[in-house]
């Protein structure tokens, strides 16, 4: 099997390109030189003692990747070592590994923050709640449908509602013990004081689980949960809500259990 390089170099390219015409022994030699990034002792006394092979199948080794024989490939090969420039796929990697890192970092951080949400109280409004209306537009109808995804087998009755003329034509069947959510991905609310005033018209129990630079007018909502802000461009705002979401159905799973 060949494999992928890490660092490629003008010796591990002809190692790749007679590689399938290798025999099986062979292969495990150029497997060993193929993923070896790091200048060392390659005596051919040393590594026959590594690759359990002879010294003599070393010299063959070389000679088949058209080298005179083990002292001139390993020449070429450390030198190709000493003096190589990273690919583009080296630079791939890196990069890779830099946006995981930093991507790990922000979830974890988030994470210490989302642990101090009462999920306690929040799970009892749910099991009090008669029916639950989650409300989200836009790319918050996505987190709206995932709180129902992940809420709903514990046996709460979760409706979506994705957009606001939908939302209109449901106002008379939010009641006094229904609970009414609101996710909000921006930093204002946008319904209007007329709409709010509908919804509550029977006077449902009223939450809004949004982030924490949400500028949300007091006595709106019956609660605000504010989710930490992903201030990285680079990652989505959704991040905190999903993991929000994910801590709190762990949370009455493990309660229920």
Known sequence: MIRNLRINTKTKQIIQDIYPSLSSLQQSIADFFLENTEMMDFSSKRISKILYVSEPTLSRFAQKCNFKGYREFIYEYSNDLLNVNPTDDHQAIQIKENIQSEYFEMIQNNCKDLATQDFEHLQILLDNAKRIFVFG?????????????????????????????????????????????????????????????????????????????????????????????????????????????????????????
Do not use: W
């Not at 836009?138 to 809420?151: C, E, H, K, T, V």
């Not at 509550?200 to 007091?218: G, N, R």
């Not at 909502?221 to 905190?240: C, D, G, H, R, W």
């Open 137 to 257: 537009e836009g790319y918050a109808s996505m987190l709206a449908y995932i709180f129902q995804y992940r809420l709903s087998k514990f046996g709460y009755d979760i409706e979506t509602i994705s957009a606001m003329d939908r939302l209109r034509l449901r106002y008379d069947s939010i009641h006094q013990d229904d609970l009414f959510i609101y996710i909000l991905l921006q930093d204002h609310i946008n319904l209007s004081q007329d709409d709010y005033n509908k919804i509550l018209v029977h006077k449902p129990y009223s939450l809004c689980i949004t982030s924490a630079t949400a500028k949300i007018p007091k006595g709106i909502f019956t609660e605000l949960y504010q989710l930490p802000v992903v201030t990285n461009a680079l990652y989505s705002p959704s991040i905190p809500y999903i993991m929000f979401i994910d801590l709190l159905a762990n949370y009455i799973q493990c309660k229920t259990q």
